[in-house]
Structure formats: structure tokens, C-alpha cells
């Protein structure tokens, strides 16, 4: 079947998609968009070079026959040669080899273009699956009738009847009340897209959105922008053409606030008050707190990455503040405007009469505009005043100026009041609740930054002043370490505490690194009542770490400072917990049991001290970072370490697929907080406390010989090398994606210096995924136990979750091109191991969810991956081979030559990012 000779029809696509050894059908919609797609991208090539799209055609007709009749390929057992490449007489087989073939054989200029192609393809199918995604949310909102108990679209209504059932309404409103869901988000650079290329998939997004409503000549139209943006992205370079500044990955942040989360956050709120309040939603006080509080480590996190300094800290938080209190300006003034409520039949409250007094005696200039404008309409002059005044505060006006959030919120309040007095209900719980919803979410700092920095550079900075004292010759990272704390002691002062008050030490060991925090602060300023407040945060990473945390924290309770600040903050006290490098240290399966027993030690050590725990997750995209549906992750907790509040971080890709979009923006805010309230409900506690114990023998038995099997593969003699050798890991590190070093900056010599998010992406990038799965198969046969796992799997959610989180990473993983990646190392030994383990991991996955193929039981996962493999693959064969010609010729290739390969690696880099859809 030759794929791109032509248009495709719904058939066709459908054909291709459901092809052999399933019964899925993928949905028309979807075939549709995957069909315009593939016309639309085929078009484009032929205008570029007809030569480059007739081996684009072959190239993916020899993929997809290499691919049928064997979904979900992980360790193909079959006889390859030298390089890797399989060498068996089955069709699939030798359509592989043609594949090979070809790419050898195309230049490098051809190459480089058709590797841009399939990425582009792979941008353009992922629109296709949000598009889909979102019109079936559309399609189930319309089927539900509202004056139900619950809306079965939304889960947070759902959730919260559910508590309601089972605690009351008394307990469920409780629970309520404190829900907050706190994601944070980084700069750890796992984002492999450069922004130029986003912006032209969010316009192609909106074009693609356009198109049911059009016909003819409009129609026509969008087909042509349709063409101009594609034929532009194929022509883009996917590589960035710098590294970003801090400064400038905090834009990333700016974009996703005001495409999504400005207006998405409001509408949650306000989706949950039309089903509780029914008719009476925005004609009465909300019931809906602000439960959604963003912050961010970009231009903060100092923790291996000296681009981070205390001026580029102050830079990031006036850049969020500045373009935060502008967006609140614009919308006060929009509010404002519409205000036009004549005073006779809107009589203003005392309390507004009071409040435009105090404006006109503070800046006759703003009121006197404000009172031509809204002669007779009160409410209107007093909302232009407040914008106004938003306007001075960026400008930094202090006459005029709001000095915190509390107060601009003080006064939207008395608007609101006044309008409720006046009868005109809907205006007061309609547009002005919605700015008061945005203000509580966001404040004047759109998010709340945090600092970190490493333990042993606390360490080192207080032995220097020892030696030398505080205005001695201290040096340069000393100077730095103190500045941090003025530039958040600078930050906290301005823009208010939520601005910046927690600070993060990566591997916490001991409450003398939290000693270390408090005492350097105080030693940053010249009068105490400088010292800025600061909560300061253990993170606890590593495997030995976790499982000592608990006689670390009571340690930490004997501290003045930490004392001083229980009584301060109502004794909330917040740890962190660290997925990446406890997986790197330890392999996945015991890094997620550790951690889960950490978090059920650190809940029963928080009620006996009546500490109010907040656990914060530092969990990466992939499967190997704590990756995966974070819904199912906050269910999956010890009972008493969620509290109500999930606080984690957000990353990379996952920034972008969770919140690029507003509709599965809203979907994800509204799933997390239905978790975070649903992870206190008594059947839910019931259900993780009984089945950890039940289970606690059986996790056990995992943990050690999982742990032992991934230990012996990195004490293999030279494993370190072979790994940077069989993965494109150097080049990954030289890819533009972020600010941050791949190694730490403590003097980096081995594994053990290297951070995870490359020991997850270099073995994705090598369809591998070693990260996520490593040990689980000879565990499970060591056990030999299906009945057992089967039983683990169906009763106990925090091992289903793990289960299933590594069936979508093994999907991802290729037995033919893994081979081709491993005979680069030339060590049979270590491939053996890996391709051994993958082959058992793979059976005992597929044994006890009882499958026949990865996600087969996973109607939508399943289908996008499958419909991807080939594409991969293909890439994955260009990427090789150019890593074969740099590994084997590396003192033989000129200059040019070396730059060419490179150049190919890392826009295949960037591609089977595109196609995986998670890199770190």
C-alpha cells in the first residue's frame, strides 16, 4: 500500500491504522483530520523535491510492512548482523532491511529533510488527536442534561458527591475548603520542540478548529493557510538556534498562562458552581474556593545550573509580576467598562460610597476621568479607578499604586457587595467573582516562586565565611549564595510572600542542610528585620534518603527556625520527594515502592507531631521520572500524605500536553482536583492502607531481587562508557532545549554525577526505555507467581498504576531497533542482559493485564502509539546510522562531515520526541 502517492480516503486511513491483529476502530473524526493531514503534508513535499517524497513513500510503505503482525515489538528473536540489523526471511524482515537500505543511501541533505517530514507528520497527528480528544469532551458535555446530582463529564462534581456519600456534607465541605492542587513548573529541559515550531502547530490547531464551521471559499482559504504552515514547519529547522537564557524559558510559562490558564482556572471554578448551585450559580457566593495556586523553579533553580543567578531571579519574578498585574489591568478595565449600571436603579452601598471618597481624595486626576466617563454609573468609575491603579502599580507609582493583592482584592470585594445589595446578583457573581477567582489563583505574581540549591553548597559557603568572615575575600559562589537570599528577600518584599518564601535543598541528609538554610539568611542581611520569611524544604532523593527521611524531619523539629515557623504557618510543614534519582540509584520498581513507603511513614510521623503534611512530587514526564496519568497517581497514595493538596512538578513536554490546549487544560486541572479531594475518602484510604499490608510481603520480595538485577547491570566493567556509546547521550547534551548542564556542576566523572532526565531520554531515544522498567521481569520470574501479580494488579491501585505506566513505556519500545543501538557498544555481554530483561519484563507485563500485545486493552493510548511505531522507526534507522558513522569513523571524518551527522542526530532527536510524546 503506497501511502503517499495520493490523497488519502477515511478508508484508507482506517486501514492503515486498524491493521492487522486488532479490532479497533478508529474514530472517523479522527481518520478524517489523520487523512487531510497526510494529503495536505504529501503536497508539500512533492513541491520541495519529488525525489524526497517518492523515498518517503517507500521509506514508510517498507516501515508499516516491517511493523504488521507485530504490535508492540520489544526483543524481536531474531539473528542480526554486526550492525544490529536483522537478518531472517520473513516479509517483515526484509521490508526492514529495504528500509535500512534506503536511508544508507540517501544524502544527507535528503536525509535531513525527510527526518523534518516525519516529525512534521508527527506534530500534525498529535493535532489530530487533540482535535479528537476535544470534540468528544464537546460531544459529552452536550449528551449530559443539567439538574443531575452530579455532571458525569466533570470529575471534580463527581468526586465530590462521592465524598458527600460517604462522609457527609459537613466533612465533604471541609475537604473542600482546603483542596488545593499546586503544580509547579520547571525548567528541566525535557521540552525538545523549539518555540517556533509551537507556535506554528497552535496556529495550524486553530485552523484545524475552524474547519467544521466552513465551506467554500472560506474553506478553500483555510486549506491554503493550512498549506503555508505546514510547508513552513517542514522547512523550519527543528533545533533551536541557542540555548535559552532563564529569562527567557520563564516566556514558556507567560505563553501557557495567557492561552490557557488565565481564563481555563476561572471556568473550572465556575463549571463546579453550576452543578452544586444549579440555578441559584452566579446569583450567590461561590461555593468553589480557589483551589489552583501555580509555581515555578524557572529562574530559580540554582541547583546545578550557574546561568541561575540572584539577578536573573529578580529579573524572572518582575517579569511574571509585570505581565500579571498587566493581564489583571485589562480585565478590570474590561469588567469595568461594562458596568454601566445607572445609579437609580443600581443604588451604590455605603461602602462603595466610601471607597470612590477615598479614590477621589487619593488621585483627583483618575477619579475625575473615571466620573466622565461613568456619569451616573458608580460602579463603573470606581472598577476604571481600580484599573487605573493596576496601571500605577506597574509602573510602580506609589501615590497610586496597590501595594499587595489583598488589597486590590479588598476593594473588587466591595464592588461585589455592593452589587448584591443593589439586586444585580449576577453582575456581582458573575464577571467580578471571576476576577476575584483570578486574583486569589494568581495574586500580582502569577506564580510562586521557589528556590533550590544543593546541600553541599550551603556546605561550602559557610566554611568560607567561617575562614574568612562576612566581608572577607569570600568566594565568587559564596558571594552568590548570599545574594540568592537578598534576591528573595528583594522579591518577597516587593511582589508579597507567596512572591517567594520556600526554598528547596537538593539531598537533604541531615537537619543540620536545614540549619545551614536559615543561618546562611540571616547572615545575607545587616538588620534581622531584613531576614526574609522562609520555609525551607528537604528534598530527599536518593534511595538511602527516602528511607531515612522520617529520623531527618524529627531532627528538623528540633530547629528554633523550624519551630518558630509551625507556630507562624498554622504547623504546615512541606517535604519533597525526588522520583528521578531514586530510580537512576535503585531501578524503577524499587524506586517506587521506596517512595510509597516514605510517603506512608512521613503521614503517620506528620499525625503524631499534628503536623499539616504537604508532600510535593518531583516527578519527570517519562515513565523513569514518576511519569504518567497524575489522576491515578494522587489515588494510588498513602492515606494521610495527600491532605487535600497535590503539589508537583511540571515539566517539559507534559507543560505543553497538559495545559497547551484550553479544553484538556480544564479537563486535567478538573481530574487532578477530583484525585486530590477523592485520595480522602474513607473507601479510598481503606483500599491503599489494607492492600500495602497485604501486599507489603509481596513488595518486598519485588523490591530486593529487581534491585540486585538492575544493581549487577551497572557494575558491569564499563558500563558507563557502553552507555554513552549504544545512546546518543553526549549529543542529547548538546541539544539547545534549556538553560541547565546535563551534568551537575560538583565535577561530574560518572553515572553517578549524571542527571536523570538524559538517563531517561538517551534510552527512549534508543527505543530502549531501560529507565522504566529495568528489573520488574526478573523479579516477577524469580517470583513465578502470575495468580499472585494477577491478583496485586486487580486489588491493589498503587501497583496497577506502576503496571500499567510501564505497558505504555514498553509500547514504545522496539526489539530491531534496540539491536541497532546496542551493536554499537560492541559488549554481547550488556546487550544480552538488556535484551533479556526486556523479553521478561515484556511477558510478565503482558501476563498479568492478561494481554496479548502492549495497550491492548487501552483503546485510545494503544491506537496513538501504534499509529506512530512505523514513523518512529523509521527515524530511529536515521538516527543510528549516523551515530554508527560518528562512533566508528570519529578520527577519520572531516570537520564538515562530523557537523552533517551531528546536525541529523539531533533533529532526530527532536523527532522521535515528537513521535514517543515523552522525553524526560
Known sequence: MNIRTRGLTVAEVEAYVNAPLTEIEIPESLSENLALFLRLEHRVLN????????????????MITANEGNPGSVAVREDVDDQGIPMGDTAGTKAFRDAVALIDELSFDKASVLVRAVESFFHLANLSEENYRVRTLHERERGVEMGGLIDPSNALTVAYRQLIEEAGAEKANELLCRLEFHPVFTAHPTEARRRAVEG????????????????GSDLAENERHMLQEIDALVRTSPIALKKPTPVEEADTIIDIFDSTLFDVVPTVYRRFDDWVLGDLAGTVPPVCPAF??????????????????????????????????????????????????????????????????????MSEVLSSRAADISTSEPHRAVMLVMADRLNATVRRNADTMYHSPEEFLDDLRVVQRSLAQAGAVRTAYGPVQTLIWQVESFGFHMVETEFRQHSEVHARALEDIAEHGIHGDLQPMTREVLDTFRALGA???????????????????????????????????????????????????????????????NEMLTLPDVQRRLGENGRTFEIMLGYSDSSKDAGPTTAMLALHSAEECLAAWAKENDINLVLMHGRGGAVGRGGGPANRAVLAQPA????????????????????????????????????????????????????????????????????DRYLDLLATDDFAPWFSTVTPLTEVGLLPIGSRPAKRGLGAKSLDDLRAIPWVFSWSQARINLAAWYGLGTACDELGDLDLLRRTYEEWPLFATFIDNIEMSIAKTDGRIAKMYLALGDRADLSEKVLHEMHLTRKWVLAITDSEWPLQHRRVLGQAVRVRNPYVDALSIAQVRALREIRAHQDELADEAKAEYLSLILETVTAVSAGLQNTG
Request: net charge neutral; with cysteine.
Open 292 to 361: 489552583f495556586h501555580p509555581g515555578s523553579w524557572i529562574g530559580t533553580d540554582r541547583d546545578g545550573n550557574p546561568n541561575v543567578t540572584a539577578k536573573v531571579s529578580r529579573e524572572v519574578a518582575a517579569k511574571y509580576s509585570l505581565h500579571m498585574v498587566s493581564k489583571l489591568e485589562e480585565k478590570c478595565r474590561s469588567v469595568g467598562r461594562n458596568l454601566t449600571l445607572e445609579a437609580a436603579y443600581t443604588k451604590p452601598s455605603e461602602e462603595l460610597l466610601n471607597l470612590w471618597s477615598h479614590q477621589v481624595e
Open 640 to 707: 494521610g500524605s495527600v491532605n487535600c493538596c497535590f503539589k508537583v512538578t511540571e515539566q517539559g513536554e507534559i507543560i505543553f500536553a497538559r495545559y497547551g490546549n484550553r479544553v484538556l487544560a480544564q479537563r486535567h486541572i478538573e481530574s487532578v482536583a477530583a484525585a486530590t479531594l477523592l485520595n480522602s475518602a474513607p473507601s479510598v484510604e481503606r483500599t491503599n492502607t489494607d492492600m500495602t499490608q497485604k501486599y507489603a510481603a509481596l513488595s518486598d520480595r519485588l523490591c530486593k531481587t529487581s534491585t
Open 491 to 553: 522579591i518577597q518584599k516587593r511582589y508579597g510572600q507567596k512572591a517567594a518564601r520556600r526554598y528547596i535543598i537538593s539531598f537533604t541528609k541531615s537537619a543540620q542542610h536545614v540549619a545551614d538554610v536559615y543561618e546562611l539568611a540571616r547572615l545575607a542581611f545587616a538588620h534581622p528585620e531584613d531576614v526574609p520569611t522562609i520555609d525551607v524544604i528537604p528534598l530527599f532523593e536518593q534511595l538511602e534518603d527516602l528511607e531515612g527521611c522520617v529520623d531527618v524531619v
Open 47 to 62: 513541491e520541495y523535491d519529488e525525489g524526497v517524497c517518492k523515498a518517503f513513500d517507500t521509506l514508510l510503505e517498507s
Open 200 to 215: 506554528k502547530i497552535r496556529r495550524i490547531a486553530n485552523l484545524l478548529n475552524e474547519r467544521p464551521h466552513l465551506g
